[in-house]
């Protein structure tokens, strides 16, 4: 069974900086992209960054970028996400995804809060 176990998340001040973790099992890892994507509360859910199989390239939404950055360790079935410089609009849960054909996998989500 595919797994994505979130973690990393918390509270943090205004310009403040967290990085999360999403742990991959059940699949080649190695084999797919890997999205981050999140949702706040009484909003859809939006995609923050991706990341191609070799880790070659990235890209962010327009709100992010310049300050997350997207990484991956194929060795340790890992994605990372660091950001920097946050903001209370980034407060959100956020997912790790994979989408392998038609199906899309989820994890259960790490809650980003930015309050001071």
């Known amino acids: 069974q595919v797994q994505l176990v979130e973690s990393g998340g918390g509270l943090v001040q205004p310009g403040g900086s967290l990085r999360l973790s999403c742990a991959a099992s059940?699949?080649?890892?190695?084999?797919?992209?890997i999205s981050w994507y999140r949702q706040a509360p009484g909003k859809e859910r939006e995609l923050v960054a991706i990341?191609?199989?070799?880790?070659?390239?990235?890209n962010y939404a327009e709100s992010v970028k310049g300050r997350f950055t997207i990484s991956r360790d194929n060795g340790k079935n890992t994605v990372y996400l660091q950001m920097s410089t946050l903001k209370p609009e980034d407060t959100a849960v956020y997912y790790c995804?994979?989408?392998?054909?038609?199906?899309?996998?989820w994890g259960q989500g790490t809650q980003v809060t930015v309050s001071s």
């Open positions: 995804n994979v989408r392998r054909g038609i199906v899309m996998n």
């Open positions: 059940g699949f080649t890892f190695s084999n797919y992209a």
């Open positions: 990341i191609t199989p070799d880790g070659g390239h990235t």
